[in-house]
């Protein structure tokens, strides 16, 4: 079935450093990549995504780069900040297929020690 | 603008109680989904529903049931609660099914005791 892999589980850069999070997912129909940040005791909130005919972008101090012949997907976040501690959800989607389903990730904790 | 409101936001169950974990919504989004966050095991889709009467299950379905008689409301229902069911649950909808923003509710904690 449908699977996202995630990695790493935990970690730790120093304040201004780049943190960088892969993803690998097992359908090659998924075309629907968004990334979500959860800070403590909250829901998940979206803070970037791609689709499968974008191979990267940019928001400010996040990126995320697409390779679908590799299937995977990486976030990238520079000069990081203590507030980007939390945790990072990967997700993939087939989108207009007609499943409607997101599978997630198994989650990044991000600390960032300033 | 309240967004996806969920209900209750910590319960604790005993060993065969049955209960109903609330979720609405005020976007008048189609899409709802339910999912239970195990610690270090990500999300995982519990069921999901693409309109009101139209409902399917996802990857954890067993142990579950939801109903969708409107747009606004999406109430998951656990029969015969066991430990295995101690998790934090979170309800989310989007108004673009599988390519959308899924906006999520705040979670409901339960222990199954």
């Known amino acids: 079935g449908e699977n996202v892999e995630q990695h790493p589980s935990t970690l730790s850069v120093q304040e201004g450093d780049s943190a960088v999070i892969k993803c690998t997912y097992s359908?090659?129909?998924?075309?629907?990549f968004p990334w979500y940040k959860q800070e403590l005791g909250k829901g998940p909130q979206l803070i970037i995504d791609?689709?499968?005919?974008?191979g990267e972008k940019k928001d400010q101090r996040i990126a995320v780069t697409l390779n679908k012949t590799a299937k995977h997907f990486s976030l990238h976040i520079t000069e990081t900040q203590p507030e980007d501690s939390a945790v990072y959800f990967c997700a993939a989607s087939k989108g207009t297929s007609g499943t409607y389903k997101y599978i997630f990730g198994t989650g990044t904790r991000l600390k960032v020690l300033a | 603008n309240a967004g996806v409101t969920q209900t209750p936001k910590f319960r604790i169950l005993k060993i065969g109680q049955s209960m109903t974990l609330q979720c609405t919504q005020d976007m008048n989004h189609n899409y709802m989904y339910w999912y239970r966050q195990d610690p270090g095991m990500g999300l995982k889709l519990i069921y999901y529903s693409v309109g009101a009467g139209i409902t399917d299950k996802g990857e954890v379905p067993n142990g579950y049931n939801v109903s969708r008689s409107t747009t606004e409301d999406f109430p998951l229902r656990l029969e015969l609660a066991a430990p295995s069911q101690t998790s934090v649950y979170f309800c989310a909808s989007t108004a673009r099914g599988g390519g959308g923003e899924l906006f999520f509710g705040e979670g409901s904690r339960l222990t199954v005791l």
């Open positions: 791609i689709r499968s005919n974008v």
């Open positions: 359908d090659s129909a998924s075309n629907y």
